[in-house]
Structures are given as structure tokens and as C-alpha cells.
């Protein structure tokens, strides 16, 4: 009985380890960006200055039910994304047209901790 309840959180915690590692392509239209500065925790070397940073969001809705998704636009190490400011630039010229937009992302939506989906790419 202890093999089998191992096993099955074994399973549920890969299983949901790799659905939120694993890249997605929602389609939908932009309505909005915005650059947003973070503080981190912690200090500039031993300065007193906070150490802050400049996160960027893609505002979204749905195509067919016009329900709102926000999504983080951020650097990231693991999928050697350093083209933050250049997405956030692509979904600015895309929201000015209205145009619907495939997000390509990672990551899960977590309002109790304000946690957003990265987004990797905005496509046409």
C-alpha cells in the first residue's frame, strides 16, 4: 500500500512538474503591456539600495470568450530566453493592431501568489 501511494505521488509531481516546465501556445488577442519595477529581496552590497528590476507584462484576452490573461515577460535563464525587451515590443506593435496573437509560454497562473505564465514568444 506504501509503494502504490509513492508511486502515485511519484507520478503526480512529475506529471505536474512537466506540464508546468513544458512550453504552450494559447491564442489570443493583446490589449495591453505594461513594465512594472520589482524589488528583490535583499540589498546592493552592502549600500542600502534595494535591488530592483524591471518585469514586463502582456495584458490578453481570449478570442472567443474575452476572458483575461496576463502574462510575465521576463529573462530566463533555463530556455536561454534574454529577449524580454524585444517580445515586449512585438506584443506593444501587435496590441496597437489588434491583432490575434499566438503566446507561446510556460508556467501556471497562481492569483493567491501573484504568479503569472512567462511568456517565450508572441507570434502573429
Do not use: C
Request: glycine share 6%.
Amino acid at each position: 500500500m506504501i509503494k502504490k501511494a509513492l508511486l502515485a505521488t511519484t507520478l503526480i509531481v512529475s506529471g505536474a512538474a512537466v506540464h508546468y516546465f513544458i512550453p504552450q501556445t494559447d491564442v489570443v488577442r493583446i490589449v495591453g503591456v505594461e513594465t512594472k519595477r520589482v524589488d528583490l529581496d535583499g540589498t546592493q552590497s552592502g549600500q542600502g539600495v534595494p535591488v530592483t528590476r524591471d518585469v514586463y507584462f502582456l495584458q490578453t484576452e481570449g478570442v472567443d470568450d474575452a476572458d483575461p490573461m496576463v502574462y510575465r515577460n521576463d529573462d530566463n535563464l533555463l530556455y536561454a530566453k534574454w529577449n524580454s525587451a524585444d517580445v515586449q515590443s512585438r506584443g506593444q506593435s501587435l496590441a496597437a493592431n489588434k491583432d490575434t496573437v499566438a503566446v507561446s509560454h510556460y508556467g501556471w497562473r497562481v492569483p493567491l501568489f501573484s504568479a503569472f505564465p512567462n511568456a517565450l514568444s508572441v507570434k502573429p
